[in-house]
């Protein structure tokens, strides 16, 4: 991957060239990435079930490359964030060995696919219960500002539907009285699994719900690559600047089923067709080129290099093996003299 | 015709609601898609208005269906995962278990808890909850075994006048089949004797009752006669039909999908060895799974969870005893 | 008590003397009660702790007179709802029997003081657990919703405090979404326990945050009958009319500790005599009497009414029998044919 | 001097506070106000900064805390009471107790519960919950039973690297003095016998140590002996200790003010009964609270919970076998 240097000043210049090139080989890779995911999901070779975030990738590379790892940024995404896990600096074999059950994975198959993470490099391994990862990320910043840490930035992505979960209510307002540099992204893709908007929510747009926790808000065109950038960019900036929580809210819409299982028979065509409907990865490729800062033939070529290491992180991570329950330590607790010898799932037996 | 265990929920709801304009259903994506399993398909377009999609809010969806006892209302809510269900823990165990005792209103909700592990589920789609209900007075927690009480308990849980935590295996959705839906069957609070035998009892329940009869017909063929007791209901437990069994086997082992602490497997260890001591030839053993979250690749889950081979191997032991 | 016939119009005409002398005099008499079961409670006499609403009962009556019982309205009061709950149609010695532990009070001795309601009579016997009430009041509306009622207003109440947790959230959104005639009234005064409003939310108003949900809020001063009347009217008029859940703030402060074992120390001089910190039963009876609608001689009467009347109750509660185990049921379940023999406190034995 | 269980709980946190600057406290009230039931007095005074009011939010209480962990904060946790607690479970049992199997980090927090019945405390404000966190992997529970407990378990519950539930027993806060704080003590994971003898053991913890006390007492009048073990520690349970105690004694009564389905008594029966199965010369029994809500009324309140008197009943039905 180009690695290019977006992350220097404190203010990405969005509107420049290798920012934005840089942030459509993010989602570029995270959409063939997925599809391959997705087709061997469909061949019986994946553990567990596998959620895209097609139709996202603008939205998530954008809050992703708004933060910086390397200056202890914290970044918990979700379970569409795949762009946005690899813009902030996930290696592409942990995801695909996460998918293809390699003991070698992050989370050495004991958790699976969405649910990976690193802690120990900001990323949160995120748990189902939506909304409850929310108040983990705030827990960093409180733990950093304990640490005497400063400028640190902590994203944290949800979707709509999370958005109706009392975690969520919990955590921003925690978040808005301790005034946590967090920025809270939620991609509002018009659908909680099959469940419509306003059967989710009754106000016209979720970013209404900042003013209500005393935050800024900000609401963006979640398939448009360069409002995203711009957006985050700033929004982040008023977090490291001091300004409490920022709410940013896209508008995008889910370009694929909840999961691979599911074929989304439920979003109306008027919807497909709708403002919202647009992908986002054409939408910047179609920029990129608009604007002279690449032509056809180079995103081709990019294309194609993404490819191969897609197929080489696959056979990689398919290559290694699965965990061996007799390798297990089967041990929940880190205080081994405390940990029970239920092993045998019974005690002392 | 044949019919899963899955349908028999389907088919059950649809009934109650057929029956009883009172019965409601409420619960993410139950609606026009028909619930993430399909357990409520069909049913929103057959009763306009009474099958409702609820928003990510697992608390004010209990607290909801409390409120709307009052009016006369028999709500079945579905948790998408039994996991997600502790987000209403404290609906269901200090709203809806304790407003009967409080009040002398009686609170008939039935909440769906799609329960238990399958491959890849991990560590928060594959959790076995009813012990911890079980431990809340007020509750009743049903899990049943079979399709044909997958069917009529779910329809006595609605009809029942206090709050029923449902736990349905998701494992035997699809696996299980039965050829028709139950006329008649044992009523809640009877345990069923899956299998008839002679010299030890496993007491299990959801869908380790399965894996038990497995381990039964394998050591069958070492000439052993495993009785296994189905307890079909974790609250109540039928008590008398477990010692009924151990007084004929003298054995007992108990075998729980659950985290090993306490639980199911433990209560019923301690009504057998207080109320039938003298019953037992040999000390009780209990299986469950491992003290671990539940593990996300197929071969850990295999391994953390009881299954035919373990159960069988546990059975070797106490009969060698 | 007068029941003034202030219930008969959809509309209640605030302004007139026969009303705002009915709620006065509930308000009396909540605060004589209250006063009088505090010192009970330092007597040792009470059962469990003493919550009072003074200060609150401007704001308390409000909402409950805007609520009509008999055609079906349903209330769902909090731990200061003592005047509110009086004015709703609690007879008085339920009241008293609850805080005495009379066998005869509502909840039997089950459950004790603020706890007490009458599920038939649709007021809710709020839990401990705050915010988990808001779900109960709207889902009996939307049972009767089912049920073919018409016209009818939920009131729940709750403080500032309350709005902090993850039930409110949901439960408001929930109303929102089904577009509930729900009224929710918050008692904004300025602590919960001992933390004051900085530390529990981060809006200017705890009224901004209706917009979020797509609800109708109003603010208004709590210590003002006036004014308190004339906005849950208003309130409860749009809910009925079918305008969705209504999000009524009252700004005030509590004037007394969090509970009766609590100085409330910590309470400034400040915000005593801030805007918000004078005695909304002081403020009545003046305007009582400025517009002409009273005497202080009237007023002096109905106080030693009033005494009497709570002095009565109290002396009827004190001499009835507490709770006899032996003759409890000590069952948890409706259906006596599950109840398990756990009586001994141990099955089977 | 003489010090109260609670005056202990508020010296562990002062001395950790003190002794190690990535402790901080935070819950509702904590701050200068010292906390509901003064368990964190001075403390905001003395450490500023690091004693923090919460709002009332326990699930973003608790999540909050997970992530501090991972900052190297340790975080002690108070729950106004363990009743409320409903609200942060699922933050405490799938966030916080998940982390360290899933991830290999360990998640050192530290989550007090003030638990169990008092006087007029009602159905929400007397849940003993320790055996609803028992049940799930990767916590551990402790249950102190006296002053020396109180500081020392506090103490090292804050400093070991698992999320452990601390419950401390609101009965217990003025009732129970020492004369001074131990430099030493028993370390979590070991049982106590808090009183030898040999005709029968009662195992219990926290309150319920002391009503077993006084019921052996009683039974000292009538010519028995009784052996109490203070389990300290719900989880882990120290079986080593009560296994040695049941050999000496042949007889075993599990006391818990818990309610009665499962929870601390069954566990601690089923390991009896299956390894120590040949030392039992009578069935073991169990008591616990009825299976109600706790009810508000003093009156009923003493007949809902074990006592003294139910105790010592008890023994003289075990010792009569
Ligand atoms: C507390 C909780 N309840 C239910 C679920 C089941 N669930 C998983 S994803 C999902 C829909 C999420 O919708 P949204 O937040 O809009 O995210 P999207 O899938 O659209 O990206 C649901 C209901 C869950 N994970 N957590
Ligand atoms: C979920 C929950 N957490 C904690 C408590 C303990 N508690 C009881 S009252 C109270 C303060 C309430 O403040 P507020 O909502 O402002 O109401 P007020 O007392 O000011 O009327 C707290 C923290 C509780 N009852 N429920
Ligand atoms: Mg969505
Ligand atoms: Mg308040």
């Known amino acids: ?349 | 015709m044949s019919i899963t265990y899955l349908e028999a929920i389907q088919a059950a709801q649809d009934r109650a609601l057929g029956e009883d304009d009172s019965v409601y259903i409420y619960g993410q994506d139950v609606g026009s898609f028909g619930g993430a399993f399909k357990a409520t398909k069909n049913l929103a377009a057959k009763y306009p208005g009474r099958v409702i999609d609820a928003p990510i809010s697992e608390d004010a969806m209990v607290g909801s269906a409390v409120g709307a006892t009052a009016e006369g209302m028999r709500p079945v809510l579905e948790m998408q995962f039994a996991d997600f269900s502790t987000i209403a823990i404290n609906q269901i165990c200090n709203q809806a278990a304790t407003q009967f005792w409080r009040t002398g209103i009686p609170c008939p909700i039935t909440v769906r808890l799609p329960s238990g592990g399958t491959e890849g589920g991990g560590p928060f789609h594959s959790q076995s909850m009813e012990a911890i209900y079980a431990q809340y007075p007020g509750l009743i927690v049903l899990t049943p075994a079979t399709v044909e009480d997958a069917y009529s308990m779910l329809l006595e849980a609605i009809a029942i006048d206090d709050p029923v935590v449902f736990c349905e295996h998701k494992y035997l959705y699809y696996h299980l089949k039965a050829d028709q839906l139950p006329d008649q069957n044992l009523p809640v609070g009877k345990a069923r004797i899956a299998r008839a035998g002679k010299h030890a009892t496993v007491v299990t329940y959801s869908a380790m009752v399965h894996e038990a009869l497995r381990a039964a017909d394998e050591l069958a063929e070492e000439g052993w006669d495993i009785e296994i007791v189905d307890l079909r209901s974790v609250k109540p437990i039928d008590t008398d039909t477990i010692l009924a069994s151990v007084a004929r086997t003298g054995r007992l082992l108990c075998v729980s999908e659950a985290f090993p602490w306490g639980g199911v497997n433990a209560e019923v260890i301690s009504r057998v060895t207080s109320e039938g001591f003298h019953l037992l030839d040999a000390p009780p053993k209990r299986l469950n799974a491992k003290d671990t979250p539940i593990p996300f690749h197929p071969d850990l889950w295999k391994t953390h969870r009881p299954a035919s081979q373990s159960i069988a191997a546990s059975l070797r032991d106490l009969l060698r005893y």
């Open chain 1, 1 to 349: 991957m180009a690695e290019a240097n977006i992350k220097e000043g404190k203010e990405p210049l969005c509107e420049s060239g290798s920012h934005y090139q840089a942030a459509f080989r993010y989602m570029l890779l995270a959409r063939i990435f997925e599809e391959r995911t997705a087709s061997l999901y469909r061949a019986g070779k994946v553990v567990g079930g596998v959620f895209m975030g097609k139709g996202q990738e603008a939205f998530s590379v954008g809050l992703a490359l708004a933060l910086d790892q390397s200056r202890g940024d914290v970044y918990g995404p979700l379970i569409r964030d795949q762009a946005g896990r690899l813009a902030f600096g996930e290696a592409l074999i942990d995801a695909a060995r996460t998918y293809l059950g390699s003991v070698e994975g992050p989370m050495r198959a004991r958790d699976g696919n969405v649910h990976r993470g690193d802690i120990l490099k900001g990323m949160i391994p995120m748990i189902s219960h939506l909304g409850s990862h929310i108040s983990v990320v705030s827990g960093r910043l409180i733990g950093k500002r304990f640490r005497g840490q400063k400028d640190i930035v902590g994203g944290v992505c949800l979707g709509d539907g999370a958005t109706s979960t009392g975690a969520f209510h919990e955590a921003l307002n925690q978040a808005a009285i301790e005034k946590l540099p967090l920025v809270i992204a939620v991609a509002d893709n018009q659908f909680a699994y099959s469940t419509p908007s306003e059967r989710q929510f009754a106000c016209a747009d979720l970013v209404d719900r900042a003013i209500g926790y005393g935050i800024e808000g900000h609401s963006v065109d979640g398939t448009d690559l360069s409002l995203c950038l711009e957006t985050f960019a700033k929004a982040t900036a008023r977090a490291r600047a001091g300004h409490g929580p920022q709410l940013v809210v896209g508008h995008l819409l889910r370009l694929c089923g909840h999961g691979e299982h599911d074929d989304a028979a439920y979003i109306s065509e008027e919807k497909k067709q709708g403002a919202f409907g647009r992908d986002c990865i054409e939408v910047a490729r179609q920029h990129l080129i608009d604007s002279g800062w690449s032509t056809s033939d180079e995103i081709e070529q990019w294309t194609s290099e993404i490819q191969q290491q897609v197929e080489e992180a696959t056979l990689c991570a398919q290559r290694e093996s699965g965990p061996d329950p007799f390798q297990e330590t089967w041990q929940a607790l880190a205080t081994t003299r405390l940990a029970e010898g239920l092993i045998e799932g019974s005690p002392g037996q």
